[in-house]
């Protein structure tokens, strides 16, 4: 388990299954993610856990809950480049009566001083749609900087936002205060 001050980050179960099916439908939540253009089923969302729970080098998911076990969300490493030393973050707070009150931002810092201190990467990155101010925010307090953007490159709710592209290197997060958080 990795422990931050508000979160602890521990391994995806099966028990998670109820809880990730509160949120995987809701479109409040579900906007701010690439993948989920069409309702989920309880099978998809079990065969998604498998594949999650079972061991791979490339991708690590972790569930996100409060010092007392609530259930918050997921987030993790997608497409880990062990050559290049590098790996996207993902992040997802499904119980949405904890959005905005610092758990998102805890969790971030809590991952990358693992991917940094732990695994020896050397820069995570992320992709944010344009229209999710809040996440943006977030990303910025814990030291992401903007690095590009895909212009017009996502479609929602009739409208074409901007992919923005946003990474922070371990020599910047070491040198910041993030590091001090864990």
Request: with cysteine; glycine share 8%; net charge positive.
């Amino acid at each position: 388990m990795l422990k931050g001050k508000l979160v602890n980050l521990r391994a995806v179960e099966r028990r998670d299954l109820g809880e990730i099916m509160k949120w995987v439908n809701d479109r409040e939540v579900t906007k701010y993610l690439s993948d989920f253009l069409y309702p989920v089923s309880r099978a998809e969302e079990e065969k998604f856990l498998e594949r999650v729970m079972s061991s791979n080098d490339t991708e690590k998911n972790l569930v996100m809950e409060t010092k007392e076990g609530v259930y918050l969300g997921q987030i993790s490493l997608h497409k880990i480049d062990w050559k290049n030393m590098n790996a996207e973050l993902g992040i997802v707070i499904g119980n949405k009566e904890y959005w905005g009150k610092g758990y998102g931002t805890d969790a971030i810092k809590t991952l990358l001083a693992h991917a940094f201190n732990q695994m020896n990467l050397y820069k995570v990155y992320l992709r944010v749609f344009g229209y999710n101010q809040r996440g943006i925010r977030c990303y910025e307090k814990c030291g992401f900087k903007e690095e590009g953007r895909s212009r017009k490159g996502q479609f929602y709710n009739g409208k074409y936002y901007d992919i923005i592209l946003m990474g922070i290197l371990k020599d910047e997060f070491e040198s910041s205060k993030q590091k001090d958080i864990i």
